[in-house]
């Protein structure tokens, strides 16, 4: 009962979300920050995808990959907000973060923590990168950030919980991998 409880809020999550391709200013506070990483279905799979991954890694990397994905894209965010970075690989990256995270998760890559630590760190970044490109001049940075930061910390748990609820269904976890990556696909190809 309790797995279809968490697929069906999946389901419903994922259905909501809609493409986050034309990242646009709306970054204007808490309540911003909170909502964006569930407005944008390539936001909303990767941090729920990062949870997965870490899952299915287990040990350090349940606690670690999260981390550092919060941390890193942070960081980005930052630069972003401050001015300082406006790179246009961010989009790609964002969408390679989907092919290669559902990749990974599909067929169930096991890189060392350190390898799976930098991944996670740079795709976080892009991650970052996009949310402070759309802070809104003005509002309360500090608020946006913490609301984004938050809901991230959140999707990764949703990811953490949903892997270790399916663990003995590998096709479920598969399947989430192959949508993941195949909604990265379509996205570079846009």
Same mark, same amino acid.
């Given at each position: 009962?309790?797995? #279809? %409880?968490?697929?069906? @809020?999946?389901?419903? +999550?994922? !259905?909501?979300a809609m493409p986050a391709l034309a990242h646009s200013g709306h970054g204007s506070g808490l309540t911003d920050g909170l909502a964006h990483p569930i407005t944008g279905i390539d936001h909303l799979l990767a941090m729920v995808a990062v949870g997965v991954w870490a899952a299915m890694l287990g040990s350090r990397a349940i606690i %670690?990959?999260?981390? =550092?994905? =919060? +941390?890193?894209?942070?960081?980005?965010?930052?630069? !972003?907000?401050?001015?300082?970075?406006t790179s246009p690989g961010a989009?790609? $990256?964002? /969408? @390679?973060?989907?092919l290669l995270l559902g990749? *990974?998760?599909? &067929?169930? &890559?096991?890189?060392?923590?350190? $390898? *799976?630590?930098?991944?996670?760190?740079?795709? /976080?970044? !892009?991650?970052?990168?996009?949310?402070?490109?759309?802070?809104t001049a003005g509002a309360d940075a500090g608020l946006y950030v913490a609301g984004f930061a938050t809901t &991230? %910390?959140?999707l990764h748990a949703t990811g953490v919980g /949903? *892997?270790? *609820?399916? #663990?003995?269904? %590998?096709?479920?976890? #598969? /399947?989430?991998?192959? $949508? &993941?990556?195949?909604v990265g696909v379509t996205l570079l190809a846009a």
């Amino acid at each position: 009962m309790m797995k #279809r %409880a968490i697929l069906s @809020a999946l389901v419903i +999550l994922f !259905a909501d979300a809609m493409p986050a391709l034309a990242h646009s200013g709306h970054g204007s506070g808490l309540t911003d920050g909170l909502a964006h990483p569930i407005t944008g279905i390539d936001h909303l799979l990767a941090m729920v995808a990062v949870g997965v991954w870490a899952a299915m890694l287990g040990s350090r990397a349940i606690i %670690a990959l999260p981390v =550092v994905f =919060v +941390l890193s894209m942070i960081a980005g965010s930052g630069l !972003a907000i401050g001015g300082g970075l406006t790179s246009p690989g961010a989009e790609p $990256l964002i /969408a @390679a973060s989907l092919l290669l995270l559902g990749g *990974a998760i599909a &067929t169930g &890559t096991a890189p060392n923590l350190p $390898l *799976a630590v930098g991944i996670t760190a740079i795709f /976080a970044f !892009a991650h970052g990168e996009a949310h402070g490109l759309e802070y809104t001049a003005g509002a309360d940075a500090g608020l946006y950030v913490a609301g984004f930061a938050t809901t &991230t %910390a959140l999707l990764h748990a949703t990811g953490v919980g /949903a *892997a270790c *609820a399916v #663990r003995h269904y %590998a096709h479920l976890q #598969r /399947a989430f991998g192959c $949508l &993941t990556a195949a909604v990265g696909v379509t996205l570079l190809a846009a």
